[in-house]
């Protein structure tokens, strides 16, 4: 066992963006699209310690774009999942699902 | 990560505030880079759908105050085991806490004793303040560079006469002294600054035109801020007409237009090109609007002085060297062509001091009186301090008993100061602030390059440090003496304090704080007198109802003579029919301006002018050209004699009014009226009689009697018509006549530029100065008298409180109370008297220097000497009675069972 701990409810929410935007994922984008997808706003503290946390982790590369003027001349900061954020994801996810499985039923009967 | 590229089109930025809490808060450069550029993006979308700026602002603070935190604290909001690790990580670091507590400690210290607090605090903050307020000026004004590289390398150079009279250059001699020169890198002349029509912007214009040698953009250093200098090639004879542009005018007059190629610029009718505009700001001694090559005609006569030269010293060379050189080369010149100049040697000037001026005095007076009250604020914060040490005895010498160290205690009281200091220094910072900005939009005129003053980082240093180290030395006195003998204070109990030594200190505080207070009000009440006796003084023209009207006829069609006459007889008759007029006059130069053209006038016959002694030669007067009119208009009194009429005309004998100041200069204690006189340099060889003496039309500034004036007839002198400004007075209200006036002149003459105001907004522009000048004086003599006043508050609140006890067994064996008081406060106001008078004897030992600054007002000025210390007895004995009535109103039962 290399890992005894599944991936956190916003860092799991957090990858899952980050995949779906491919090179594009940056603070902001990843933010909206959370606001918008979730319909709840994740506060910007939480969202960029969780992002700094994932890179530490190893679980989300960063690499910074070119400065723009709307950006008062800074760089983007863009993230991408590695290869070990790709396995953990896949791992946090199928056990998720595996918890499901069968359990929906059990939701909509009530 | 500091310097961030501004935004191209200056739209929504984050704010400084922003920018510096997550530059502090977010170690990582990648993440803190990536963070504020999402901020910024993300208000910048916010700014376009047209957010108020006011909320992005708030905003961008809310969202990096909230991330800042989050920043600041990573394990806030997370399960206890996480935070566990990074407990363990601090635990090797126990000081954080330790500062964490001791700061919080100091807050209910200070909160403690409300009235400690304030009055520390403002004491501290208004020493800060003031201090750097002056410091900031005379930084900025005196210490800081001239703006151009390597300022300490240039000079003035002057020819000097046998006399040791001084001059500006010929134009001969400076190009003998380029050519042999070697003690300089480059020398340029540049001619005297004239007045000129420019064509080619929106409308005609006056411009300020300074002709330059080719050396001038070497010898400064400073390149044009767009296109390029003027160069050797176009800078002689034949050479192509260029010319560089100043930057307001550039701004001004032609928009700002980059395409200087496609400027039509026209200068007295000849066409020019337009090749450099020089960076904002810039002037060498004149703020120029056009620079022009000097040397396509220069004037080669050996003994006409119109240049003036600035020298860049050659590396290595020291002034020693450079002036002996020249010295040299000017004797060389001498023997070269005798008879041709009068010039002995050569005089050299640091370029600083000719740029400061006068204002050197004025502005070290003030840093004199900053000093003062710098000290004032450290002798307070001291006294106060050490008042408290004292009642703080008891407290240390249980803290020791208890356990805590030495360091840790002198670590408590060194955050307490530091607190004190830092909170202090901030309110003392923005005070400094908020004053420099107003003196800034006081006194734009008063000083040289008030402009570039502002706090920089020298002298809030400065000041902090000074103050900070009284808080921190005195803070900490309390550590120094207890814990040495702990079990002693303890043992002793509370008993009052007595002691003869310690009330010898208390009194040389309170005595030597008011004898500083004293000399502050004493100088600036002195000042400020100096100025109400000139103010009190009728300046002897009336400018409500006067419009003025500055006219330009340098142009092209008014080359002549005949022709400018002709043209100002014609505007003066259309003047002379706008409604509600009573009188239209011309003169060169309004009362207020100040000009270079000055020169003496002597009574015939004249002495020999060669061989005159420096100190024989009297004060320059102002040449003022004018018509028959300008008397009336401008509302002058006539004294004597009469004024001009028609009936002076141009072929009759030339005749000269004088004002008062020039009647009583040239003929002290005579009747001027009938006495022959020249006027140099403006009309030599020619002999004018006085026929009048008018009152002294005098900008308020100026002391009554210092600004002499010779006034001759237009017609009679009619070469010095080319700027003249028509002075209309009317009955009602001066702007209406602005548009009708404005139209018959265009019709008139529409290439002639005027420039239209009232004259009481010129002289208000001036009334400006004078608040400027009394509140700098005023406040300073008010700010001293508040310290001293919180200063002697400090030292007797504290030293009545230790007596508490003691009164309060007098009291209880039947005392008066009343007695009581008088005794502690006759005490206390002795020593603050006895302060007072040493503070009178500094006043009048110093009375000196303040000499030559006033006017009408002696420095052994007895209402001053009598008043300002009877103020500061008065604020002295407020700042007694308050402390010794609290203290002594108590009941007795209660001061002696507080123990």
């Known amino acids: 066992m290399n890992r005894t701990t599944y991936l956190g409810e916003l860092e799991h929410m957090i990858l899952l963006v980050v995949l779906g935007q491919g090179d594009d994922a940056y603070g902001m984008s990843i933010r909206e699209h959370l606001g918008a997808r979730v319909g709840r706003k994740i506060s910007r503290g939480a969202t960029y310690m969780t992002l700094e946390r994932l890179v530490r982790k190893g679980y989300l590369v960063a690499r910074m774009g070119d400065p723009s003027p709307e950006r008062g001349g800074r760089a983007r900061r863009y993230f991408t999942l590695s290869a070990k954020g790709r396995k953990a994801l896949r791992e946090s996810g199928r056990a998720l699902l595996q918890l499901w499985s069968g359990h929906e039923a059990l939701l909509e009967e009530r | ?899």
Request: charged residues 20%.
């Open chain 2, 1 to 899: 990560m500091r310097s961030v590229p501004r935004s191209p089109n200056g739209e929504f930025r984050l704010p400084r505030v922003a920018r510096w809490l997550l530059c502090l808060s977010i170690r990582d450069a990648a993440a803190r880079e990536g963070i504020l550029g999402d901020l910024e993006e993300e208000l910048h979308g916010l700014s376009a759908q047209g957010l108020k700026p006011f909320r992005l602002w708030a905003r961008a603070v809310l969202a990096s105050l909230a991330l800042a935190t989050r920043f600041a604290t990573p394990n806030a909001g997370r399960p206890a085991a996480v935070q566990e690790p990074a407990r363990r990580r601090n635990a090797g670091r126990p000081k954080v806490d330790d500062i964490k507590r001791d700061a919080k400690y100091a807050v209910r210290q200070l909160a403690r004793s409300p009235g400690f607090t304030v009055a520390a605090l403002l004491t501290l903050s208004l020493g800060i303040g003031g201090t750097t307020v002056a410091f900031s000026l005379v930084n900025g004004i005196l210490l800081r560079p001239l703006p151009y590289p390597d300022p300490d390398r240039l000079v003035t150079l002057w020819e000097r006469r046998a006399t040791g009279q001084e001059l500006t250059l010929s134009f001969p001699n400076f190009e003998d002294w380029r050519e042999q020169s070697r003690s300089f890198a480059r020398i340029t002349a540049v001619r005297f600054p004239s007045e000129v029509t420019v064509l080619g912007g929106e409308e005609p214009m006056r411009g300020t035109m300074l002709a330059v040698s080719r050396e001038f953009f070497e010898v400064i250093g400073v390149q044009p801020f767009l296109g390029r200098p003027i160069s050797y090639e176009e800078n002689r004879a034949g050479g192509e007409q260029v010319a560089v542009l100043g930057h307001s005018f550039w701004q001004d007059g032609f928009g700002g237009n980059p395409d200087l190629g496609s400027i039509d610029l026209t200068i007295e009718g000849a066409p020019f090109t337009v090749v450099g505009v020089m960076p904002p700001g810039f002037k060498l001694l004149e703020e120029g609007d056009l620079y022009l090559p000097l040397e396509q005609q220069p004037f080669r006569v050996r003994d006409s002085h119109n240049y003036t030269a600035v020298g860049r010293l050659a590396p290595g060379v020291s002034w020693e060297q450079a002036e002996e050189e020249m010295n040299r080369i000017a004797a060389g010149i001498l023997e070269a062509y005798p008879g041709e100049t009068r010039t002995v040697g050569v005089n050299l000037r640091p370029l600083r001091s000719d740029i400061l001026g006068e204002v050197d005095r004025p502005l070290l007076l003030l840093l004199c009186a900053a000093g003062f009250l710098l000290l004032l604020a450290c002798s307070n914060v001291a006294s106060t301090l050490l008042a408290r040490s004292t009642l703080r005895d008891r407290e240390m010498a249980i803290r020791t008993a208890v356990g805590a160290s030495r360091g840790s205690l002198i670590q408590q009281l060194f955050t307490e100061s530091l607190m004190l200091a830092g909170i202090a220094g901030v309110l003392g910072l923005g005070l400094s602030h908020v004053s420099l900005a107003l003196v800034r939009s006081l006194g734009p005129d008063l000083v040289p390059r008030l402009e570039s003053v502002s706090i920089d980082a020298r002298v809030l240093v400065f000041a902090l440090l000074a103050t900070l180290l009284t808080a921190v030395l005195f803070g900490l006195l309390p550590a120094i003496g207890v814990p040495s003998d702990a079990a002693g204070t303890l043992g002793s109990g509370r008993r009052g304090d007595t002691r003869r030594s310690k009330a010898l200190g208390w009194n040389l505080l309170i005595g030597g704080e008011a004898a500083l207070a004293v000399m502050l009000v004493v100088a600036s009440g002195l000042m400020v007198r100096s100025l109400r006796e000139i103010l009190a003084t009728d300046t002897n023209f009336r400018p409500a109802g006067v419009l003025t009207i500055a006219m330009n006829f340098s142009g092209s069609r008014y080359q002549s003579v005949e022709a400018r006459v002709n043209q100002l007889s014609e505007i003066k008759r259309e003047f002379g029919s706008l409604p509600g007029m009573t009188a239209v006059g011309f003169v060169n130069h309004l009362p207020m301006q100040s000009t270079s053209m000055t020169g003496p006038i002597l009574a015939t016959p004249l002495p020999d002018l060669d061989n005159i002694g420096l100190d024989q030669v009297p004060p320059s007067s102002g040449w003022r050209v004018v018509d028959e009119d300008y008397f009336a208009a401008m509302g002058i009194p006539l004294l004597r004699g009469r004024t001009f009429t028609t009936a002076d005309g141009p072929d009759d004998p030339p005749v000269i009014v004088l004002n008062e100041a020039a009647a009583n200069l040239i003929f002290p204690g005579q009747d001027p009226i009938g006495k022959q006189v020249q006027f140099l340099p403006f009309w030599t060889g020619v002999d004018l009689t006085v026929v009048g003496v008018v009152g002294e039309a005098r900008d308020w500034r100026k002391a009554p009697g210092s600004q002499h004036e010779g006034f001759v007839l237009w017609r009679q002198r009619p070469g010095y018509t080319r700027y003249l400004t028509a002075v209309i007075r009317t009955e009602g209200d001066p702007v209406a006549l602005i548009r009708p006036a404005r139209e018959r002149l265009q019709r008139l003459a529409p290439e002639v530029p005027g420039t239209f105001q009232t004259m009481s907004a010129l002289v208000g522009e001036s009334l400006k100065e004078k608040e400027f000048t009394m509140a700098v004086l005023s406040s300073f003599a008010v700010l001293s008298l508040v310290l001293a006043a919180v200063g002697i508050y400090g030292v007797v609140s504290y030293t009545v409180s230790r007596r508490s006890r003691e009164i309060g067994i007098r009291l209880a064996l039947g005392a008066a109370s009343g007695a009581i008081r008088r005794h502690i406060f006759t005490r206390s106001l002795g020593v603050v008297a006895g302060g007072m008078m040493l503070g009178v004897a500094g006043a009048l030992a110093a009375g000196g220097v303040l000499e030559s600054l006033l006017y009408g007002v002696s420095p052994r000025d007895p209402v001053t000497l009598i008043v300002a210390p009877l103020v500061l007895l008065g604020t002295g004995a407020l700042a007694i009675w308050i402390p010794v009535l609290r203290y002594t109103r108590v009941d007795p039962v209660v001061t002696m069972r507080a123990e």
